[in-house]
């Protein structure tokens, strides 16, 4: 069936670069979405990509995406204490939209 | 604010009950989705509605059922209560079927005890 895994936790310095991984099983995926999750919220979309793009920028947020790895990144450029959040991945290729487990993002001030 | 509200924000109820998750998608929405947010197995889909029809179903056991009315909103029904239920339960909106934006609403923390 349908799986999206992705690393649990993710430790950077304030204004380092962070980059968060995601890989996907559906080769017939349409969208592929990054969601954020604040504490004590629900989650709120980022960015998402179409399956026939690479790649896409959005500020400081950058999209990568491989298909023939089904590998897809999300980096956030100067990362900031507001950016800890739970980072999920998601791939949607008809109804229903699969999510990741979450990367747990830390922020070091 | 996502426009996706639900109720009640937090339960609390025993082993063996009982309860109604309600959701009100966001103004001109069709679909209606739901998803469980446990420790141990992240984000799940339950099932999705459009249009007041189910379309899709995800991981969602016999113990639970949904529906949504003709004014849109849905509820999550959740019999038989059973510790391991004990999750955060969100819904999500989006105006069509299929691969569009979705919106969650804050969910609903239940403590099944």
């Known amino acids: 069936g349908e799986d999206v895994e992705q690393s649990l936790f993710l430790s950077v310095r304030e204004g380092d670069s962070s980059v968060i991984n995601c890989t996907y099983t559906d080769s017939s995926s349409t969208y592929l979405y990054w969601y954020k999750q604040e504490p004590g919220a629900g989650l709120q979309l980022l960015t998402y990509i179409f399956s026939n793009m690479d790649m896409k920028q959005d500020q400081r947020l950058t999209v990568l995406l491989n298909k023939k790895d089904k590998h897809l990144s999300l980096r956030i450029a100067d990362t900031q204490t507001g950016d800890s959040a739970i980072y999920f991945c998601?791939?949607?290729?008809?109804?229903?939209?699969?999510f990741g487990a979450g990367t747990r993002l830390f922020v070091k001030a | 604010d996502s426009g996706v509200t639900q109720t009640p924000k937090h339960l609390i109820t025993a082993t063996g009950q009982r309860v109604t998750l309600r959701c009100s998608p966001r103004s001109g929405d069709l679909s209606v989705y739901w998803y469980q947010q446990s420790l141990d197995q992240g984000l799940q889909f339950l099932i999705q509605?459009?249009?007041?029809?189910?379309?899709a179903k995800g991981n969602i056991l016999e113990r639970f059922s949904a529906q949504q009315f003709p004014d849109l909103h849905s509820e999550l029904n959740l019999s038989s209560l059973e510790l391991g239920d004990s999750a955060l339960y969100f819904c999500a909106s989006s105006e069509d079927i299929g691969d569009t934006e979705a919106f969650f609403g804050q969910g609903t923390r239940l403590t099944v005890v």
């Open positions: 998601a791939e949607s290729g008809g109804f229903k939209t699969i």
């Open positions: 509605y459009y249009n007041g029809e189910e379309r």
